[in-house]
């Protein structure tokens, strides 16, 4: 009996979402989003996929930011390839990048580290609420 599926029958979606569950309890949570108690909510937005996706890998440290490819290919640089800065990891590359900080500023957006996850929250919610209208 399959303890992960509501009638006991294995099926590969909810071996995927198990498995997805193992992951992100293995992930360190970001120092942006730490304070999130769950990310969940993405996948019910009605929103493009690319956007949850995105949204996703952001809250889960997920995207291939310079530090992160220095933990898994060995000999990898961990500075920001478009600023040189030391450290390139989730935060640096969505906020604190001069060159993140100009896409946002064109898009006019004026977000800090302080206020991007409740930036995020806000956006979805409100992409939702106009999709649902």
Not at 100 to 128: F, K, N, P
Request: proline letters at 5%; charged letters at 15%.
């Amino acid at each position: 009996m399959w303890h992960h599926s509501k009638d006991g029958r294995f099926l590969i979606k909810s071996a995927y979402f198990v498995a997805g569950d193992l992951d992100t309890q293995r992930l360190p949570s970001t120092s942006l989003f730490s304070s999130m108690p769950s990310w969940s909510f993405i996948w019910s937005v009605i929103v493009p996929n690319k956007i949850k996706v995105f949204s996703w890998k952001i809250c889960t440290n997920a995207i291939p930011t310079s530090n992160n490819l220095m933990n898994i290919i060995q000999g990898t640089d961990a500075c920001c390839p478009l600023c040189q800065s030391i450290h390139e990891d989730i935060e640096h590359a969505v906020i604190s990048c001069p060159f993140a900080r100009q896409a946002l500023a064109w898009l006019g957006y004026r977000v800090t580290a302080q206020t991007l996850s409740h930036e995020l929250v806000e956006t979805i919610a409100a992409s939702d609420a106009l999709t649902m209208a």
